[in-house]
């Protein structure tokens, strides 16, 4: 059975850090792409970041520069570290998984999610 749990998250303030976990049970991370999504309420959930299984990684553009996604095979974990953030980052982040490699920044390639973490960021 797969799982995903997020971790990390919580209450930062305007210029802050924050790292989010993404840990696996049931799959191993190093062989699938992983995506970061983020969703506020009323919105669609939007692509944050995904790296791939050789490593490429991709971020959009509202976080490039100041997220990072990252693996550690050995942890079977994928990590976003979140830096100057700012209040629009408050969303309840969700890490996925896909053995898809086309297509990763559509919410729809993915076959498996974790519960979320929240995010939230003061002004």
């Known amino acids: 059975q797969v799982q995903l749990v997020e971790s990390g998250g919580g209450l930062a303030q305007t210029g802050g850090s924050l790292k989010l976990s993404c840990a696996a049970s049931g799959l191993t991370f190093s062989t699938w792409t992983v995506g970061w999504f983020r969703q506020t309420p009323g919105k669609e959930r939007e692509f944050v970041a995904s790296i791939k299984r050789r490593g490429n990684t991709y971020h959009a553009d509202s976080v490039k520069g100041r997220f990072t996604i990252s693996r550690d095979n050995a942890k079977n974990t994928v990590y976003l570290q979140m830096n100057n953030l700012k209040p629009e980052d408050t969303a309840v982040y969700y890490c996925?998984?896909?053995?898809?490699?086309?297509?990763?920044?559509?919410?729809?390639?993915?076959?498996?999610w974790g519960q979320g973490t929240q995010v939230t960021v003061s002004s």
């Open positions: 996925a998984a896909t053995l898809n490699d086309i297509g990763t920044s559509y919410r729809s390639a993915y076959d498996y």
